[in-house]
């Protein structure tokens, strides 16, 4: 016998003792979830279709391992608009193995696994309660200086009135903001780049060495009016 199941807006075929990865699902490993949506059902040619659910049919399941999709990377770059944006995904998954389809409101046969002694949960219960506690314990001033070297600029802006920056070819509103964020203010300041500060640059921010390089030459005709 076979079932057409629906579980996190997706539909698997089902049959007694296959392995299936689906959308996580809240419950331990070994124990047994019931599936409810259960679209169709049927045994060699004889198939019954539900509108949209089959009365009174389960699809029982057993919990075997709780986990994580391979990684999906979404990355959108506008050109010339300086402008990137990676995010990245994991899918929570739940491996089960299907136990029973039930049909006529038929109560399940097969129970959960048996579950690990009380004094081994309690021992992961208190390894738990320690890592927790432990990670409490780590200093405030740890994570304040973690920000601030984060937020530290690359350098140091000159005193003064700020140069338009977005004169230079190139470099927009968002752009010029990021530099002013990392110390760059003015032509002069770019004209003077060297070829470290370059590599520096390419390194800590979206922008390629071409750019900068290409950014300098301008600066330097700019700064000399």
């Known amino acids: 016998m076979f079932a057409v199941i629906k ?34 059902h049927g045994e060699g040619e004889n198939v019954t279709f539900g509108a949209p659910f089959v009365d009174g049919a389960v699809v029982t399941a057993e919990v075997v391992e709780q986990g994580k999709n391979r990684t999906v990377i979404a990355f959108k770059k506008r050109r010339r608009q300086n402008s990137r944006r990676k995010i990245g995904h994991r899918q ?20 959960a696994a048996v579950k690990a002694p ?6 992961e219960a208190a390894t738990e309660a320690k890592a927790e506690a432990a990670s409490k314990k780590e200093p405030k001033a740890k994570a304040a200086e973690t920000n601030e070297t984060a937020a530290a600029p ?34 002069a ?37």
């Open 189 to 225: 300041q770019l004209a003077k780049l060297t070829d470290k500060d370059v590599a520096k640059i390419d390194e800590h921010m979206p922008f390629s060495a071409d750019q900068i390089k290409d950014w300098r030459e301008q600066a330097k005709e700019l700064a000399a009016k």
């Open 118 to 123: 009380k004094k081994e949960a309690k021992a």
């Open 7 to 40: 579980t996190g807006g997706k539909q698997y075929r089902v049959a007694a003792n296959d392995l299936l990865k689906i959308e996580k699902v809240e419950a331990a490993v070994g124990d047994m979830v019931e599936i409810g949506h259960v679209l169709a």
């Open 154 to 187: 690359l350098f140091k802006a000159p005193k003064g009135e700020p140069d338009d920056l977005t004169v230079i070819k190139g470099i927009g509103p968002v752009a010029a903001k990021d530099l002013a964020e990392q110390g760059i203010i003015t032509f």
């Open 92 to 111: 929570l998954l739940t491996t089960v193995r299907i136990s029973e389809i039930l049909l006529g409101g038929a109560k399940p046969t097969k129970t």
